[in-house]
């Protein structure tokens, strides 16, 4: 066979643009599927309050830096979870809501009851698995917060 006998034709250029729009059709659908399953992402009902509020979130988590109160976290073989906390004066409430980090399992709300030595435990149990917890805590007119991950 000559060269000039394999010339590239039309069909040649409509077979290389479907199989190349297939491919990439075929990637931006299988990576739209994988993020849309794998991350439920957080929503605020309304952008704009939340926008209107921002710099308010940010005065507070200054105030509760300023505290300088500490927590260390253990999640317990039965499900519940320890948290003692430092600096904080006697008398202190905690407070705390358990989420998953990729929104498959329901938030649970935590209810710490106070133990000696500024220990806290949670009435509630945890199910196996990721999550991201919210601690607040407050004394007086004092309120804390932070936020760890669990595993």
């Known amino acids: 066979m000559k060269r000039a006998d394999r010339r590239f034709t ?3 250029a409509a077979t290389a643009l479907v199989v190349f729009f297939g491919v990439v059709g075929a990637v931006n659908f299988t990576m739209a599927r994988l993020a849309h399953s794998t991350f439920g992402g957080i929503v605020v ?11 308010r979130w940010l005065d507070e988590a200054e105030a509760s830096e300023r505290l300088g109160w500490q927590s260390q976290t253990a999640w317990l073989p039965n499900g519940r979870v320890s948290v ?3 600096g904080a004066p006697a008398g202190t409430q905690l407070s705390g809501m358990a989420r ?9 709300p935590l209810n710490f009851s106070a133990q000696d030595g500024g220990r806290f435990l949670s009435s509630e149990e945890l199910p196996d698995g990721r999550w991201t917890l919210r601690l607040e805590a407050r004394s007086g007119g ?7 991950e669990l595993r």
């Open 45 to 55: 009902k309304n952008s704009y309050v939340a926008s209107q509020e921002f710099n």
């Open 10 to 12: 039309g069909w040649h």
């Open 142 to 148: 004092d309120v804390w917060r932070t936020e760890e």
């Open 84 to 86: 003692s906390l430092d």
């Open 100 to 108: 998953h980090p990729l929104g498959r399992m329901d938030d649970v």
